[in-house]
Nanobody, 127 residues
């Protein structure tokens, strides 16, 4: 449905901040959008979601430190992550689902909810 590409990864000091972006190949105002992360040997972890109305949901691991937003005029979704920890080190992925609905619960949707994925961007947090 849509091609996605993540940007903004890199090496950041513990306690610092980082903003990632997800660029879409077409207008996606009515899509549910999400951020995930994955480390070697671990399952893909949902980080946050934002639905077509701008409602957001955060995983406990980042709640209070993360902000997900979208600019549908530019076809871009953002993830701002503050007070970075070594445990935040991972490849970060963005994902999309065409219905625009994300979740009726307090947790972001699982990977299986999404139909389109980016290739990921590496975030490394070091002391």
């Amino acid at each position: 449905q849509v091609q996605l590409a993540e940007f903004g990864g890199g090496s950041v000091q513990v306690g610092g901040s980082l903003t990632l972006s997800c660029n879409a190949s077409k207008y996606y105002e009515e899509y549910c959008m999400g951020w995930f992360r994955q480390t070697p040997g671990k399952k893909r972890e949902a980080v946050a979601s934002i639905d077509s109305d701008g409602n957001t949901i955060y995983a406990p691991s980042v709640k209070g430190r993360a902000t997900v937003s979208r600019d549908d005029t530019k076809n871009v979704m953002y993830l701002q992550l503050n007070t970075l920890r070594p445990e935040d080190t991972a490849v970060y992925y963005c994902a999309a689902e065409a219905s625009g609905f994300c979740s009726s619960s307090s947790t972001p949707p699982p990977p299986g909810w999404y139909t389109d994925w980016g290739q990921g961007t590496q975030v490394t947090v070091a002391s």
